[in-house]
């Protein structure tokens, strides 16, 4: 039982919840598959915006994400601002490979969202 009973309460039972042990393949497939990601990058310098280039870009945002998902699929509590805090490169990231689309003004969001934020919340 938890020390906190309101927040038992909110959450609901147990019952359906990620079994610890398909918790850790998850976290284990992000981890192999990060692994290959970062091998699989071209080794030689590409000029911008070439296919080496795009290629190249392609992996880090594959990257970026494979390392939000492990963290989140951890289970460990996850501050908000945290969160924020690592979606901010994903969408950079992203904006580069889609430039016609807002997902910098996204990150520029984000970025903003982090100067307002409650620093003490957290998303579990």
């Not at 071209?42 to 296919?51: A, F, G, I, N, T």
């Not at 594959?62 to 390392?67: A, E, G, H, K, Y």
């Not at 490979?97 to 003004?105: F, I, N, R, T, V």
């Given at each position: 039982m938890s020390d906190h009973p309101e927040l038992e309460k909110q959450r609901g039972s147990r019952k359906g919840r990620l079994a610890p042990e398909r918790r850790e393949e998850l976290i284990a497939a992000f981890q192999e598959v990060r692994e290959r990601?970062?091998?699989?990058?071209?080794?030689?310098?590409?000029?911008?915006?070439?296919?080496g280039w795009v290629d190249r870009r392609r992996l880090v945002l594959?990257?970026?994400?494979?390392?939000l998902c492990e963290e989140v699929m951890r289970g460990e509590t996850l501050g908000a601002r945290e969160l924020?805090?690592?979606?901010?490169?994903?969408l950079t990231a992203a904006q580069e490979?889609?430039?016609?689309?807002?997902?910098?003004?996204a990150a520029a969001?984000?970025?903003?969202?982090?100067?307002e934020g409650e620093p003490g919340l957290e998303v579990d």
């Open positions: 990601v970062q091998a699989a990058g071209p080794e030689e310098p590409s000029p911008v915006l070439s296919q594959v990257d970026l994400i494979l390392t924020a805090e690592r979606l901010h490169p994903v490979l889609a430039p016609g689309y807002s997902l910098g003004k969001l984000v970025l903003a969202a982090l100067e």
